[in-house]
């Protein structure tokens, strides 16, 4: 029966980088049912920092990023030996059982994320990123901008109200509604990073009698990120 598994042998392309992003599955009706807090919920993201710091462990990538819920993984390192449905599983399911155990409440019903392998190119990385990021800005935008109106109208006539605008006209409505998106913390409008620097140790050498510097690579969660720039990637790599 094994000849039945047709797709089990396909693979990304050998040595390749490959970005993985999980997405939260029905997450709109998840965040209704747990009563989160809008337009953000402090405590829904730092579980997404946790989740994003576990998969940093467990798989070394180049670096994560992260906003809502949606998490996009780089790796230069491909795992599974490169078998894309061995990599979305695990992926997906690794991140469900790691949400749920640091939320560590009952949920209504299970909780899953799926997953997609997208081959890249060195000089896409940046692109990619980018693209991410500014969804990351459009969501902050509606996102302030729905909780305002529905906290005006109903959710129909918020709804009505908002759709059409672009994100000039939201931003300038709250704006005139004491509002300003630019007092909003940077993780909000640009994203959450997760990836690795350096910091500096001073330790005793007790052979040459004297203080002795050196670094040690650590997880760094970036909740002030610059908005992406190709010079930002080529620092980080």
């Given amino acids: 029966m094994k000849e039945y598994e047709i797709y089990s042998d396909l693979r990304v392309p050998v040595n390749s980088k490959i970005i993985v ?53 780089l790796l230069d390192k491909v795992p599974f030996n490169g078998r894309i449905e061995k990599i979305n599983s695990v992926m997906a399911s690794f ?78 409505m709250l704006f005139q509604n004491g509002i300003n998106l630019n007092d909003v913390e940077t993780w909000k409008k640009r994203g959450i990073g997760v990836y690795r620097k350096n910091r500096e140790v001073t330790g005793f050498n007790k052979k040459e009698s004297k203080k002795q510097t050196s670094y040690r690579s650590f997880i760094h969660v970036d909740c002030n990120l610059p908005i992406f720039s190709k010079e930002f990637f080529n620092e980080l790599f």
């Fill in 21 to 73: 992003r999980l997405d939260g599955r029905s997450f709109h009706s998840f965040a209704q049912n747990m009563e989160l807090t809008k337009p953000y919920d402090d405590n829904f993201y730092k579980v997404i920092v946790e989740v994003s710091k576990e998969l940093f462990e467990e798989f070394s990538p180049l670096f994560i990023y992260t906003f809502s819920d949606e998490i996009s993984i």
């Fill in 95 to 172: 991140t469900s059982s790691s949400f749920t155990l640091n939320y560590d409440v009952n949920f209504p019903k299970a909780v899953a994320f799926d997953s997609r392998v997208i081959p890249i190119t060195d000089d896409k990385i940046y692109d990619y990123f980018k693209w991410r990021q500014d969804e990351a800005w459009r969501n902050c935008v509606n996102g302030y901008g729905i909780h305002f109106l529905k906290s005006k109208y109903s959710s129909s006539q918020a709804n009505e109200k908002i759709r059409g605008l672009g994100l000039s006209d939201i931003h300038e």
